[in-house]
Nanobody, 128 residues
Framework: QVPVVESGGGSVQAGDSLRLSCTASELNFEHFIMGWFRQAPGQEREGVSCITWSGINTYYKDSVKGRFTISRDNAKKVVYLQMNNLKPEDTAMYYC?????????????????????WGQGTQVTVSS
């Protein structure tokens, strides 16, 4: 069974909102740093946002600050990415990932090799 499963993607218009969800029912969830990455066609995968075990510390890529909000519910073993005011450049496959940590260079680096479990991805398409 896949330990990390994303949902919530879709096709929307610019300015709309989506909320992505990521469940990790097989993991000792509260001990994992959770991150969202995305990969647009022809581009490398990039870190978008992440959140520490307690939810106190978060990181956002500059281009999504003020528009995206990451949160987690450790009791439900779910991490969310609320995406508001979506733009066409947000179009990508979004991946959820879980990292045991600690991160060697802080959570802000969002180094893919430090994430232990990955979901299959959920597609977000934003049209203008």
């Amino acid at each position: 069974q896949v330990p990390v499963v994303e949902s919530g993607g879709g096709s929307v218009q610019a300015g709309d909102s989506l909320r992505l969800s990521c469940t990790a029912s097989e993991l000792n969830f509260e001990h994992f740093i959770m991150g969202w990455f995305r990969q647009a066609p022809g581009q490398e995968r990039e870190g978008v946002s992440c959140i520490t075990w307690s939810g106190i510390n978060t990181y956002y890529k500059d281009s999504v600050k003020g528009r995206f909000t990451i949160s987690r519910d450790n009791a439900k073993k779910v991490v969310y990415l609320q995406m508001n005011n979506l733009k066409p450049e947000d179009t990508a496959m979004y991946y959820c990932a879980a990292a045991k940590g600690p991160m060697s260079h802080g959570i802000e680096r969002m180094m893919e090799e430090e994430y232990d479990y990955w979901g299959q991805g959920t597609q977000v398409t934003v049209s203008s």
